[in-house]
């Protein structure tokens, strides 16, 4: 059983930052593709950013290329999205996910998901 548990959600100004991790549980951490995804309210789940299971590889939404960056841990089975200049339409709840390789951006090949932290930018 893979469980996720998200964390470091919280309001803050706009041009502030934040710093999500995601504790993972389960031994095949360091085997997953991880990713970032947010839903806004009324809105669709959209795909923030993803990392390959060896950390080389990563891929970024353009709404937020520049601004945020993904980043693991495998020895602390944790994935972290640190996220600067923050917008007010970054506002949203942002949940972590897994998949075994490739990484993709798609949220439906996503296997395992938490339960979701939420970020309120405030202009």
């Known amino acids: 059983q893979v469980q996720l548990v998200e964390s470091g959600g919280g309001l803050v100004q706009a041009g502030g930052s934040l710093r999500l991790s995601c504790a993972v549980s389960?031994?095949?951490?360091?085997?997953?593709?991880m990713g970032w995804f947010r839903q806004a309210p009324g809105k669709e789940r959209e795909f923030v950013a993803a990392?390959?299971?060896?950390?080389?590889?990563?891929d970024y939404s353009d709404s937020v290329k520049g601004r945020f960056t993904i980043s693991r841990d495998n020895a602390k089975n944790t994935v972290y999205l640190q996220m600067n200049s923050l917008k007010p339409e970054d506002t949203a709840v942002y949940y972590c996910?897994?998949?075994?390789?490739?990484?993709?951006?798609?949220?439906?090949?996503?296997?395992?998901w938490g339960q979701g932290t939420q970020v309120t930018v405030s202009s």
């Open positions: 996910a897994a998949k075994i390789p490739p990484l993709v951006r798609g949220p439906d090949q996503y296997r395992y």
């Open positions: 389960g031994r095949m951490f360091s085997s997953y593709t």
């Open positions: 990392i390959t299971w060896s950390g080389v590889g990563t």
